[in-house]
Structure formats: C-alpha cells, structure tokens
C-alpha cells in the first residue's frame, strides 16, 4: 500500500484561522448556527475552496459541498465532512476540524496530481449543534431524507425566527440537490469529545458507532418527618431510596463496560432541610449501550433496580422513559479499511464507540458510513478550552487521507 | 397513693380559646414571639390567673409566674411551665399545651382546697421558638443565669427591632426577681413533636433527656465529565460518594436507635445536569445521642464514613461542624415519681428522649427538671394541622397534676 501524508502545519493554520471567525473572549469560538458569525465561517471556508479551484454547492438546507473531480462525474462520490457551527462559546475543533480536514485531504490530493474513479466532496453540514435552533444534525437529516424541507426550515429559535428565514436572510437557498446524487461511503473525522483516547495514549479511534440511550425521570415518594424526633425504622426516607437507586446505577455501569455505560447526575431533594428527612426526590438515570438487545436488558436491570429499591425502602416510584434512541452502528467493510490504514500509518489505535451523535449518524442511514477520532485534551468539548495537538489533528487526516483514497478507488 | 383528676373538658376550652388569639388561616396559631398577637395571648392568660385569684409576677425578660400558694412563701416553689409564642403559622398545641396544663392544674387544687407545702408557680418563657428573635428559649435562658439581660435583649429581628425594645413597646419589661427564690423541681408537659407515642399507642412519655447532636458539612469534590463518553472506571463522581455516604449514615443510625440516630437530609448537586457526571456534592449529616460518649463515637464514626468513602470514590473531601450540643440529662428521681403516678393512673407509657430543644433543657442546668410527653397526630408539630386528642391532653394534665402533688409535698 503506498501511503500519502498531508500538510499538517497548513492544516493547523486553516483550524487557526477558522477560529478567528467568532473568536471568543476565552480562547473558543461562537459561531452558533445560521448566525452572521456562521455566515463568516462559511464563506472564508468557501473562499479557500474556489481559491484552489473547487467547485462549492449549496443545497436548500445551506449544507456546503465542495468537490475534489468532476463536477458532472457518473459515479456517487465518497463525502467527508462534518460543520462549522459551534455551541455558544465553544471550541475551536468540535466539527470544524472534520470540515478542514476534509479541505486538507483534497488540497494534498490536487497538490499531488492525484486522480480518483470516485469524486470526494467535502460537506459542511447546517446547523449540528441545535444550540440555537432545537434539532441538532439538521442538515444532515434533511439531507438523509429524515425530514422534509418545510419541517427542517420550520424550527424557530426564542426570539421566534426561523430556519427559513436565516437561510434566506444569510443567501443560504441553496438549488443544488446532492442528495440525489448518492453517496458511496461518508466518512467524519472528529475529536473524540471524552477521555479514552487521551487517557490511554491511544492516537486514532475507529468508531465502530454511537451508543444507544435509553434516559428515565424517576420520582420517588416518602414521607417528610422532623430529623430529631422520628426512630430510624419508622422514616420513609426519598433520599435514602435515590442514593441506593445511584449507588445500583454505578455498579450496573460497570458491569455494561466497555460496550456500555449507565449514568445517574442530578436530582432534586423535597425540602432539602438538614432536619427534615427527604419526602421526595426527583432524579434522571439513564443507560447506554452499543448493542440493541443489551440496551433493552440494561434498560430493564435499571427499572429493577429503581422499583426494587422503592419497595425495599417504603418509597412509592413513578418512573417514566423520558428519551430514547437506538444504537447506530457503522460500516463494519470500511472501519477494517481505516484500521487497515492505521496499521499501515504506524499509529497506535482503538476500536471505540462514540457516545455524542454526529452528522454521521444521520448519514448512516443513508450510506455506508465510518468515523475517526483523534484524542482531545482531558477528553473536554463544548468549551473554549477544548484543545488536541498538532500532531494528533495532522495523524487523524493522514488517516481520512489514505481512507478516502481506498474508498474512492 | 391518693389520686386527683383535673377537669379535661375546661382544659380543652382554654386551649381552643387561647388558638382564637392569633388564630391562622389553615387552623393553627401565628403568636410570633413579642408581637401583638404574643401579647394578645399573655394577656388572656393573666387575665384568667388574674379570674381566679392567682397573683401574676413579671420579670424583667417578660416571663410569667401565676402562683399558688402565699406570695411571700419561704420555700422554693415548684415551677411548672412552657411558653405561649408559636411558630409563624404554627400549631395549637405546642408550648401552649405545657402552659394551660399548668393553669388547669392549680385550678384543680384551688377547687378541691388542696395546700401543698411548697408553692407552685406556672410559668410562661419568653421567646421559646426563636423564630424571630435567632435565639430560641430565650426566657428560660436568661432566668437560669445563662446569658445576661443585656445580652438577651440585644437580640434583633430582620427588620433591626431588638427584644429590648418589644419587651418596652408590648408593657413587659417587669421587676420581679424571680431567679432569686430558686426552683425546687420543674416540671414540662409538652406535645411529643415526633412519632413515638402516636405509632406505638402508649399514652405518656417520660422524658429522660435531650440527645445530643453533632451535625456536619461536607463537600465533595470530583471532577465533571460527559456522562454519554466517560467509561465509569475513569469518572470521578461526587454524587456516587455521596449516595455511598448517605445509605452508610442510614446504617450508622440504625445502629443507634434507640438511644441515638443519624441523618442525612439535604444535599446540593453542581451541576446537576442529567448528561454531566456530577463535579461538587455539598451536603450536611448528623448524628445524635442519649449519652455523651455514645455521641462521641458516633462522631468519629461518621467522620470514618465520609473520609474513607471519599478515599473509595477518589474524591476529595472537606468535612467542617456547623453545630454541636451536649446530651442532656433530666432528673431520674423525678422521673421515678412521674413513671410512679402514670403507673397509679393506669395510663400505658414509655421512657423516651426528646429530640428537640424545650425550655427545660436550660432549666435543667438550674433545678431537678422533668419533662412529661402526650402524643400528636402523625408526630406533626410546627405545623397548623399539629394535633392531640382532648383525652391525651387531659391524661397528661393528670400525670402533671399528681406529680406536682408529690414534688409540692
């Protein structure tokens, strides 16, 4: 296998200079979806691509597709991509690294004269985040055919504007209709938005796909009482009921490892009196798994825990499913050609699920699709301080490289 | 032994007349301390002494004493008493009860022309609910010598009016010396405020004591993360310390009971959000005991609970005391002759600590002092819907009446 290598230092500059759009005041980036600050990502992305040449698309959505072959080529083209917008304050790399990665793929692919059978695009998906408008991945599910156009363009912000209307007001109607084109493999590289990576020193994660979660509210009764005056045996006490229920959550979690994971964050104590023994708790608990079957028996170890608990501790319970989705699983053909390619880079990596969803989710449904991640710094995104290095942004698009080429040929 | 009996049925009016002054909304009473309404309240009270011909002294904090028996007896009386304020929107019964239990008693012996040796004084406390003035048991706190008038009156409320100056407005800044003639015995009948009585059916508890407590706070440090990408192995998770801290406290006190117990009742999630594994835990916890080395140990126990958890969970800790209070201890040969009438009654009975602070707690530093408990509904107390049957009352007046007889004696 011969093996090409990007310009890791031109693709730092272009992460760099990306990040000056919405420059934040700590060190992040604010470029919230279909916002002015967007349409300045957009067009300096845009830029760089018709200054080398490529030809840029625009959907109805606003999605971006800039093209790396013929503009007219027969053949479904392999797509790379991921977006541009960010959470309020966000990082510099959520997203816009897939996106410039993307650009640095076919910037080495033209520098050297390389020619593919299939045409690679690289896409600019809209609005992922949803911070704004509340549907994250929209460009991407409208792209896939999971919504309409008039739903997708119906989702109005607090203030009450549209989706319709920014794409309008920021010269986002796009005519093109990529989707009827097809795609043959999509293809996201990402920081991996959590620790493995970092913690392990592993360089590359081959994501296999994204968890399924399955999320419950669950109320827990008892009986306020004074603290001082009421025995022990006669309380029926809420908070004794949830820590017992998140002590059970932590163990089930544990059990679920590696493929799974269960969570209990946050409740809410009624009084919350140091000498009132709790009358209620409300509290969140959720499980996550890779597999479809192992999800719903998670999901039943959890109910069983919750009423088994309320029982054995004299609670009353009501619980009841507050979010659900299945898990996604990616195309297994191409997560053995990027390891394939891994292994031929010399870069250490893991097989690893990804807990956040993506563009790629989506795109699942709709073609064979595969993901990479690179390590982040102490696993944090959604933050200004979101940070991977260097080297790891430049090794994770030697891999899209070299990945895309094998798709593509 | 020979036994009297009061009259329950004038008891029970004078406490549904003394629920008109102050009278809340939900059916209780808001008899603030040194408000009009606390004053409303004294003045029927006087009035009634006043009615029946006993004499009224005031002292320079406000309490009360109708006596019976000469004025100028040489002997130290035997006190009997509590307090008249309630909570903002409190109960009927609280406080109020041990006072009208003490004016029906001395209008038994009156009626039946019974003399005792000692005099009797029924006392009514200045300020036994702190609830405006952030000091409660105020007036018994001053007449026992444990703070100075100056301290006592300096006390201020939100709105920077001092005990001083409500004790001039409301006319209660009296000149007895009532401290002066000593106390032979003092004897409070109270509401339980707590389960005991009312869930086991007894009809009388003998008052030993008051626990002591010991209450901390403790705040928990881990590290947040995103729940959906965080393998549990590499979370540090403040919240299943805490959950771990609270089942174990809950041990703790079932371990104790009877004679002491152990709680956990508020706590504080940050950031308590449903997909972040929980960073901060601040919470508090306490324990309580009968006997002042037991109170001790469990002290260190609990200190053991939290320090070893968070070493466990990988969490750093800080665990500071926000209150303690020694055990107290009543007298046990007035509890002897209490459990000696309430055996010659017929009445069912048990001995029994009290959780929460009264009155006696400083008369017991001062004199022997017992404490007679009846049952409320539900073990309610602070609460408009605080309730005690018309018969409980009136056993415990008996028990009071034929007590005092043989202190008196």
Chains 1, 2 share one sequence.
């Not at 020193?201 to 979660?213: A, K, M, S, T």
């Not at 209620?280 to 719903?296: E, F, G, I, N, Q």
């Not at 997560?335 to 699942?364: F, K, Q, W």
Request: aromatic share 6%; glycine share 12%.
């Amino acid at each position: 296998m011969r093996i090409m290598t990007v310009n890791g230092k031109r693709l730092w500059n272009s992460l760099m200079d990306m990040a000056q759009t919405g420059a934040s005041i700590g060190g992040g980036s604010n470029r919230v979806e279909l916002t002015d600050e967007d349409k300045e990502g957009r067009e300096l992305f845009i830029g760089w691509c018709r200054q080398d040449g490529f030809d840029v698309s625009i959907d109805a959505m606003g999605n971006i597709f800039a093209r790396y072959g013929e503009a007219d080529h027969d053949l479904p083209p392999v797509v790379v991509g991921s977006h541009l917008d960010t959470q309020p304050r966000g990082g510099r790399f959520d997203g816009v690294y897939g996106v410039l990665a993307g650009l640095e793929l076919i910037r080495t692919l033209k520098e050297n004269g390389v020619k593919t059978r299939r045409p690679i695009d690289v896409a600019v998906w809209t609005n992922e985040e949803g911070s704004r408008f509340n549907q994250p991945m929209l460009g991407s599910r409208f792209f896939t055919g999971r919504c309409t156009l008039e739903e997708a363009r119906a989702f109005r912000d607090a203030a009450g504007i549209s989706v319709g209307e920014e794409l309008n007001r920021l010269g986002y109607e796009g005519t093109a209709d990529r989707a009827a084109l097809g795609v043959s493999t999509y293809v996201e590289v990402h920081i991996e938005q959590g620790p493995i990576l970092y913690q392990t020193g592993q360089q590359i994660g081959v994501v296999l796909g994204v968890n399924g979660i399955s999320g419950f509210d669950i109320n827990l009764e008892g009986a306020t009482c004074h603290a001082a005056t009421t025995p022990i045996p006669m309380r029926r006490d809420a908070l004794l009921g949830a820590a017992r229920i998140i002590d059970q959550v932590h163990s089930l979690g544990a059990s679920l490892e590696p493929n799974g994971r269960a969570s209990s964050a946050s409740l809410r104590v009624t009084p919350n009196v140091h000498n009132v023994v709790a009358g209620t708790v409300s509290m969140k608990a959720d499980v996550r798994h890779r597999y479809p079957d192992s999800l719903r028996e998670a999901e039943t170890k959890l109910q069983d825990i919750v009423h088994d608990t309320a029982r054995q501790t004299g609670l009353s319970v009501e619980m009841t499913q507050y979010g659900r989705s299945e898990p996604i699983q990616f195309d297994l053909e191409a997560a053995g050609i990027v390891r394939d390619v891994v292994g031929h880079l010399g870069y250490s990596h893991v097989d690893i699920m990804s807990g956040a969803g993506h563009d790629a989710c989506n795109l699942s449904f709709f073609a064979p699709t595969i993901m990479i991640f690179i390590p982040c710094k102490d696993g944090l995104s959604h933050n200004e301080a979101e940070w991977t290095e260097p080297e790891d942004a430049e090794r994770g698009c030697n891999v899209l490289l070299n990945s895309v080429l094998k798709f593509a040929n």
